[in-house]
């Protein structure tokens, strides 16, 4: 129960002291910012069973399955049901596509896979969420590097990078796509 400053200088004295020491030490945490900070491996846990094990930005990069793909960032994984998404071939029946916010491009509503309206610009300045509800009632969010002259209620279109998706089977398990 730390403030903010002191919490970040609390980790910059663990880390170091781990370095110095030449130890290895287990830190427990809910927090994924701590996690990723501090850590050369990260064990994530649901339910008291172990999900994945692996570097920062392999659980990132590479999730395990959907839990984890949903558990790692901030702000989360987008994940659409397969179904609303008839362009992208091979998501198992009932599946699911996973979609990091950095990777959800709003573009003209014209151009997009499938369209949506804006619902909130987040200008936290150095990047900008932009909250938008699909053409089918569920809201996802894309991230910005650059500011946004989007407004609530505007339409736009949704471009997706199908290299930089996850796919998922109807469990959440992983699934490669052809």
Do not use: C
């Not at 003209?108 to 200008?123: I, M, P, W």
Request: proline fraction near 3%; aromatic fraction near 8%.
């Amino acid at each position: 129960a730390l403030d903010a400053h002191l919490k970040v200088r609390m980790q910059a004295v663990l880390s170091n002291l781990q370095r110095e020491l030449g130890i290895t030490f287990v830190y427990v945490t809910h927090s994924q910012s701590e996690a990723f900070s501090m850590a050369d491996r990260v064990v994530i846990m649901s339910r008291g069973r172990i999900e994945q094990v692996g570097t920062p930005l392999e659980l990132y990069d590479r999730p395990a399955n959907q839990f984890v793909a949903q558990f790692i960032g901030s702000p989360q994984m987008n994940v659409v049901e397969g179904r609303h998404l008839p362009q992208v071939a091979g998501v198992p029946a009932g599946g699911f596509v996973g979609l990091r916010p950095e990777y959800v491009e709003l573009v003209a509503k014209a151009d997009g896979e499938f369209q949506a309206t804006v619902d909130l610009v987040e200008a936290l300045g150095a990047e900008t969420l932009v909250y938008v509800t699909t053409e089918w009632g569920e809201q996802i969010v894309s991230r910005h590097t650059e500011r946004s002259s989007l407004v609530a209620g505007e339409k736009v279109g949704v471009k997706i990078d199908l290299s930089t998706a996850h796919f998922f089977d109807a469990k959440g398990r992983v699934v490669v796509v052809k």
